[in-house]
């Protein structure tokens, strides 16, 4: 028995927790105050230089030099419960003391000529981490994802309709460390990556106030050394690669304008289940939707919103026990759950802003995606690893023997400065 627990938590300190800080998969929802005030919208509906990664087209609304500065800080609640290293007592629970992250972002539009606009966005676009150093039962797990986006932007408009194209630079980090049983540091430190990529989007003003708008952002494979093979290795998992690609998204939005009232909804697929990385942890495409209404003042303007896309991760079949060959599916399962729980649904937002002068504008927006939780069966893991240690009895347990679950909520708080010359 002794052996069999230590082979149980060993498998488990290689996926201690890892929840994601970000909400459709692991994106933000929108980039820039307004765009997340909204829905996450912004693939029509024109929010000034924010728009750069949205949908760079929309940058050919713009009108002399904006400036955009600030960030978001995202508080993330996630929680893990489970028993598949302390079966047959209780099982761990821990919530992650990584509850608050910040997250940059700066933007740049400036009209060159009549017809074209140069732009500039630096954003902080997903993160995922949890700090379990403090818990020895989850033992003192800690991981850290970090992705930045560079994109400069060239953007061709007329009266009717405007395209925009931007090259993106990607900087990427992944840190995974926990303690074994047995004292010993286990991690290879932080490893980063840069890759490379495009955004590309248009718009077409059917009437006066009326947009339609289509943009797509290409792939981005990013390769972190020795940090998701050593992981899924731990859990006896093998033929994963340590590339994690932020996947393709395909985007459409329409934007209705008037007497200072804006109503916008998007609709776009992010391609998850093409993804390497995600592909490999059966991952599916995401269709996400974005709701937006916003009203403008005399110098002040507010918004409300709604954002749902599904969860992305399929669960495989976790009916089969140890011996009937059900191991690597619950592995795969229990490595989502408690590795990768972008398990977040819905998402409710608000926000407003102020002219402060005549050329400076403060905007502050709310995210709130309540509470959510998922449980995977553990029971082959159990066995499975209970069997390795010489327990041949163990394979045999029931597939629903242990379990994993995880409970997430978030709320982020966004602000930045606009200015206008």
Do not use: C
């Not at 933007?107 to 009549?114: G, H, K, M, Q, Y």
């Not at 995922?128 to 003192?140: E, I, K, R, W």
């Not at 494979?221 to 932020?246: C, P, R, V, W």
């Not at 996947?247 to 391609?271: C, H, N, R, S, W």
């Amino acid at each position: 028995m002794k052996k069999t627990k230590l082979a149980l938590a060993i498998a488990t300190t290689a996926m201690v927790s890892t929840p994601v800080l970000a909400t459709n998969g692991d994106n933000l929802i929108g980039l820039g105050a307004q765009s997340r005030a909204l829905g996450g919208t912004g693939t029509a509906a024109f929010y000034g230089s924010e728009n750069a990664l949205t949908n760079p087209g929309l940058l050919g609304k713009s009108q002399g030099t904006e400036f955009t500065i600030g960030g978001t800080i995202f508080k993330p609640s996630v929680k893990a419960t489970s028993n598949i290293a302390t079966y047959p007592g209780p099982a761990a629970s821990d919530t992650s003391a990584n509850d608050t992250n910040i997250i940059p972002e700066v933007s740049l539009s400036t009209r060159l000529t009549d017809n074209w606009t140069f732009g500039l966005g630096i954003f902080g676009s997903a993160g995922m981490g949890v700090d379990y150093q403090d818990s020895p039962a989850l033992f003192n797990g800690y991981s850290n994802l970090q992705l930045m986006k560079f994109a400069p932007t060239i953007s061709y408009n007329s009266d009717k309709f405007g395209i925009g194209v931007a090259p993106v630079i990607q900087y990427g980090a992944l840190d995974i460390n926990y303690t074994d049983p047995m004292g010993k540091n286990v991690g290879h430190g932080m490893s980063s990556d840069l890759g490379y990529g495009y955004n590309i989007g248009g718009y077409f003003d059917i009437f006066e106030g009326m947009t339609l708008a289509l943009a797509y952002q290409s792939a981005i494979d990013m390769k972190y050394k020795d940090q998701i093979t050593t992981a899924s290795n731990g859990l006896g998992l093998s033929g994963f690669s340590d590339h994690l690609e932020q996947p393709a998204e395909i985007k459409a939005g329409i934007a209705y304008t008037i007497k200072g009232f804006m109503l916008t909804a998007d609709a776009k697929q992010i391609k998850w289940g093409d993804a390497k990385g995600y592909k490999d942890f059966n991952w599916k495409d995401q269709n996400v939707f974005g709701l937006g209404a916003k009203y403008a003042g005399n110098r002040y303007w507010v918004g409300v919103g709604y954002n749902y896309g599904e969860d992305p991760i399929d669960t495989l079949d976790q009916s089969k026990t140890a011996a009937q060959g059900g191991y690597s599916n619950q592995a795969v399962n229990l490595f989502n759950n408690h590795f990768f729980p972008a398990i977040m649904e819905s998402h409710f937002t608000f926000g407003g802003g102020y002219q402060l002068t005549k050329n400076l504008a403060l905007d502050g927006a709310i995210v709130y995606a309540p509470e959510i939780s998922k449980t995977v069966s553990t029971g082959a893991v159990t066995g499975g690893l209970g069997a390795q240690s010489g327990n041949q009895q163990a394979a045999m347990m029931p597939a629903d023997a242990t379990e994993h679950k995880v409970t997430h909520s978030q709320i982020g708080y966004t602000l930045s400065l606009r200015m206008n010359f």
